[in-house]
T-cell receptor
């Protein structure tokens, strides 16, 4: 079945470091791909999305490119801040009418 | 303010109690969801409602009973729960069932 695999965390970085969180997926057809972020004590928020191959989603300095050839949607940020500390979830929508499928989440901890 | 409001934020209940979780969305969305978030496990989809009709039930035990009286409100009725049901219960809504989700901040449930 359809699934999402994220790198295990936690990821621990110093402020201004480069961030990559890997995400790969398995799906039939052409899914839409999403990254969600969950700050402590809150629900998940949509961070960015891409709906077709080679699309790049971006928001708040984060980027992810939909790579069909490698079935990946890795999240990157050039310079992380302490305020980026959160749990990041990769997700896919396989086809119209079905709910999103989420990865297990990756915890990011940024220190000053 | 996420547009999706969940109450209560925290709930402690005994195994013989009956309680209900409430979710309300003011976004004009047509689909609503219950998710369970437990430590070190993927986000688990429990129920999906589209236009007030239940369209998915992911093998959830009958001690969890959803109710969707209209497209703005969603309840999760709880009875005779087990300690392993302790988790963060997240409500979400979306325009359609494969659209991006808008989450509430969740109800932290502890079963004693």
């Amino acid at each position: 079945g359809d699934s999402v695999t994220q790198m295990e965390g936690p990821v621990t970085l110093s402020e201004e470091a480069f961030l990559t969180i890997n995400c790969t997926y398995t799906a039939t057809g052409y899914p839409s791909l999403f990254w969600y972020v969950q700050y402590p004590g809150e629900g998940l928020q949509l961070l960015l999305k891409a709906t077709k191959a080679d699309d790049k989603g971006s928001n708040k300095g984060f980027e992810a490119t939909y790579r069909k050839e490698t079935t990946s949607f890795h999240l990157e940020k050039g310079s992380v801040q302490v305020s980026d500390s959160a749990v990041y979830f990769c997700a896919l929508s396989a086809k119209a009418g079905t709910a999103l499928i989420f990865g297990k989440g990756t915890t990011l901890s940024v220190s000053s | 303010e996420t547009g999706v409001t969940q109450t209560p934020r925290h709930l402690v209940m005994g195994m013989t109690n009956k309680k209900s979780l409430k979710c309300e969305q003011h976004l004009g969305h047509n689909a609503m969801y219950w998710y369970k978030q437990s430590a070190k496990k993927p986000l688990e989809l429990m129920f999906v409602y589209n236009f007030k009709e239940q369209t998915e039930n992911n093998s959830v035990p009958s001690r969890f009973s959803p109710e969707c009286p209209n497209s703005s409100h969603l309840f999760l009725h709880l009875h005779t729960l087990q300690p392993e049901d302790s988790a963060l219960y997240l409500c979400a809504s979306s325009e359609a069932s494969s659209s991006p989700l808008h989450f509430g901040n969740g109800t932290r449930l502890t079963v004693t």
